[in-house]
T-cell receptor, first 112, second 115 residues
Framework: QKEVEQDPGPLSVPEGAIVSLNCTYS??????FMWYRQYSRKGPELLMY????GNKEDGRFTAQVDKSSKYISLFIRDSQPSDSATYLC????????????FGKGITLSVRP | NAGVMQNPRHLVRRRGQEARLRCSPM?????VYWYRQLPEEGLKFMVY????????ESGMPKERFSAEFPKEGPSILRIQQVVRGDSAAYFC?????????????FGQGTRLTVV
């Protein structure tokens, strides 16, 4: 079993739709949970991060972490064509070795 | 304030040649991470360095790969005797504080093609 599993894509939605992106993980030591957005041929850009369980909202984006189920989600409200990109979940522990473990990523396309 | 600078952006090497990838962290950042992104795969951790020290190289292939982050100058990821399987995008990230991934910024990557 991989440490981080991300729902396979690609995903295509109409403009204005609510998008739900999900990841599961197996390592109980993960404490930080991140979502990155990566445009084609660019580097990953941190969208949001959550420490431990709970929800976090930033504009049209909401990140949820359920540590009991080892499940994290990113919701995008009122999706826009500019949200079209690859979304990567990533996780790390809180110790001195803070490398990130990434999911494979899912490519989202928002149709005008 | 320039971001994380990686160069070259694209690199083509023939099998057996050496590849050198450079990463200049953001100003004030002394922690550098290298990740590799293979086609259809997520980013995989390779190595974590501080100035003049390798902190964690658990993701580095045992042979042909090495990394350094000297006191002066950029961090270098070196791949000797490249093979087709080394073709990938290599990203570095830098952060100002140990263990604070939430403050890490990624560069635009170097796309290595081995022919």
């Amino acid at each position: 079993q991989k440490e981080v599993e991300q729902d396979p894509g690609p995903l295509s939605v109409p403009e204005g739709a609510i998008v739900s992106l999900n990841c599961t993980y197996s390592n109980s030591a993960f404490q930080y949970f991140m979502w990155y957005r990566q445009y084609s041929r660019k580097g990953p850009e941190l969208l949001m991060y959550t420490y431990s369980s709970g929800n976090k909202e930033d504009g049209r984006f909401t990140a949820q972490v359920d540590k009991s189920s080892k499940y994290i989600s990113l919701f995008i409200r009122d999706s826009q064509p500019s949200d079209s990109a690859t979304y990567l979940c990533a996780m790390s522990g809180s110790g001195a070795n803070s490398k990130l473990t990434f999911g494979k990523g899912i490519t989202l396309s928002v149709r005008p | 304030n320039a971001g994380v600078m990686q160069n070259p952006r694209h690199l083509v090497r023939r099998r057996g040649q050496e590849a050198r990838l450079r990463c200049s962290p953001m100003k004030g950042h002394s922690h550098v991470y290298w990740y590799r992104q293979l086609p259809e795969e997520g980013l995989k951790f390779m190595v974590y360095l501080q100035k003049e020290n390798i902190i964690d190289e658990s993701g580095m292939p045992k042979e042909r790969f090495s990394a350094e982050f000297p006191k002066e100058g950029p961090s270098i990821l070196r791949i000797q005797q490249v093979v087709r399987g080394d073709s990938a995008a290599y990203f570095c990230a830098s952060s100002p504080t140990k263990g604070r991934n939430t403050e890490a910024f990624f560069g635009q990557g170097t796309r290595l093609t081995v022919v």
